[in-house]
Structures are given as C-alpha cells and as structure tokens.
C-alpha cells in the first residue's frame, strides 16, 4: 500500500514557466516533507521540505505548498530552467527520527 | 562538504555470486540506509540503522543482509546473488542533531548492479 504517491509519472513543462509536481499522502501521522531531486547516475540530492505546521516555505525559485486537509504538498519551480529536468521524489516521515518514505517519483522534462 | 562515497559506480555479477556494497560517510551521521531505485518502483528501503551494530529491516530485506562494524560504514551484502536483484543501489545517511533539517538524508552516488 503506497503511503506517498505521484500519480504523474512525467511532466514537460516549457523554460521560463511554472513547474508544479504533486504529492498525495495517505498518513495522517506524516508530519514532515521533503523533496529530492535526482539526475541520471546520480544519487539524490535534497531539494527542500516542510513541517506540518506550516503551509509553505520558499528557497528561491522553488516553493512547496502543504494542505493538510487534502493530504496533498505540491512543488513549484518557478521559472523553470533546463537543469531542472530531472526525477522529482516526494518523501515523508512520521517524526524527525524515523526512516523516510519515498514516492516513485516524477519526471520533468523542461522544453527549450 | 558532506560525502557519502558507495564502492564502485558500476558492478556486473553472476548469479549465485556473493556480492559486498560498501558505503562510508565522513558526517559522523548515527543513521545509514540502503535503497535500491528501479523504474516505476522508486526507491524502496532494504535494511538501516540507527547506531553501530545495530540493524533494522525495511520494505524489501529479502536476498539481502548487512553490517555496521563502524559508524562511518554500512555494508550491504547479497548472499546469493539472483537476476531480480539487478538495480541502482543508493546508500543514504542522515543524523539525529540538529534542527534546521529533518530526516534529510544525504545519498551516495549509487551502484549500478548488473546480475548475469
């Protein structure tokens, strides 16, 4: 049973515009969200995340939105550039001790 | 600048094969996972630990075990190694102090694995 899911395996987005990658969860003990970023042939790098008891935090062009209500986080790229194209994974974790659970990922290719 | 190194980038075995992945990381971290990343799977949790010598299993410990004689090292091992196992191995470390990051884990550049 997937407790994080990306329902959208790829996304293009063209350059200069927004890129908006979603994440449902099931949990409703997740309470806090992360964002990883990962090239081809190499490990994942963090992106950025977000406690529970906020419903946003920006670090420059990139912005993850949170409704606890619907279960949902959102990341927005803003404007997308083409090192952006990458595999998104949006992971979440019951408490700041506990292991990480890692949706499947989405791809996002940025159009020139 | 914080490192997590894995052994090779690239690695071809042959079934039935007793395979080590090595992993070490310089960040004095207290928790190192294995993942392994397939298409269309993600990247799904073998076995971590918390502290030395210690180990817990994840979502898929099945034809894999580990060791952690060290703190800066956490071994992966395939007993025997089969073609299902033929994946992108990530290690992965993180630690329990500090506020500003959460379970951020940091991830090594991967093994490729390739099982004849």
């Known amino acids: 049973d997937q407790q994080v899911k990306q329902n959208s395996p790829s996304l293009s987005v063209q350059e200069g515009r927004i890129s908006i990658l979603n994440c449902d969860y099931t949990n409703s003990m997740f309470d806090y969200f992360l964002w990883y970023k990962k090239y081809p042939a190499e490990g994942p790098t963090f992106l950025i995340s977000i406690s529970s008891i906020k419903d946003k935090n920006e670090d420059g062009r990139f912005t993850v939105f949170l409704n606890k209500s619907a279960k949902h986080l959102s990341l927005h790229i803003v404007p997308s550039q083409p090192g952006d194209s990458a595999v998104y994974f949006c992971?979440?974790?019951?408490?700041?001790?506990?292991?990480?659970?890692f949706g499947k990922g989405t791809r996002l290719h940025i159009l020139p | 600048d914080v490192k997590v190194t894995q052994s090779s980038r690239y690695l071809v075995k042959r079934t039935g094969e007793k395979v080590f992945l090595e992993c070490v990381q310089d960040?004095?971290?207290?928790?190192m996972f294995w993942y392994r990343q397939d298409p269309g799977l993600g990247l799904r949790l073998i076995y971590f630990?918390?502290?030395?010598?210690?180990?817990e299993k994840g979502d898929i410990p099945e034809g894999y075990s580990v060791s952690r004689e060290k703190k800066e090292r956490f071994s992966l091992i395939l007993e025997s190694a089969s073609t299902n196992q033929t994946s992108m191995y990530l290690c992965a470390s993180s630690s329990l102090a500090g506020e500003v990051r959460h379970n951020e884990q940091f991830f090594g550049p991967g093994t490729r694995l390739t099982v004849l």
């Open positions: 960040m004095d971290h207290e928790n």
């Open positions: 992971a979440a974790s019951p408490n700041r001790d506990d292991k990480i659970i």
């Open positions: 630990s918390y502290d030395v010598k210690m180990k």
